[in-house]
């Protein structure tokens, strides 16, 4: 069994940045890993993916550029830097771990475990 605990989530100002925290139990390397999140009344959306040895990374369009998804193996931790936050960022972010491989790093049914969840809220 992955456990994953976020952390990191709080309220920012538009145009502020925010660092999530991902830390996960097990074999880490061993996971590809992704940030989802999930606005109130919204279905959840792919954020960011990272492959196991983090040579390959892929990001929704709405947050290209100003999101950036990193990992340290050595650290059992993987990142979501949010930078030049809107409003319309706000939302719970979950941390997704993914033991199989093969495509689908942005489909969230692809993912394993999951992380309890940390909020953003992005004031205007």
């Known amino acids: 069994q992955v456990q994953l605990v976020e952390s990191g989530g709080g309220l920012v100002q538009a145009g502020g940045s925010l660092r999530l925290s991902c830390a996960a139990s097990?074999?880490?390397?061993?996971?590809?890993m992704g940030w989802f999140r999930q606005a109130p009344g919204k279905e959840r959306e792919f954020v960011a993916a990272i492959t196991r040895s983090g040579t390959s990374t892929y990001y929704a369009a709405s947050v290209k550029g100003r999101f950036t998804i990193s990992r340290d193996n050595a650290k059992n931790t993987v990142y979501l830097q949010m930078n030049s936050l809107k409003p319309e960022d706000t939302a719970v972010y979950y941390c997704?771990?993914?033991?199989?491989?093969?495509?689908?790093?942005?489909?969230?049914?692809?993912?394993?475990?999951w992380g309890q969840g940390t909020q953003v809220t992005v004031s205007s």
């Open positions: 997704a771990a993914r033991v199989s491989s093969g495509p689908g790093y942005t489909k969230s049914v692809r993912y394993e475990y």
């Open positions: 097990g074999m880490f390397s061993s996971y590809a």
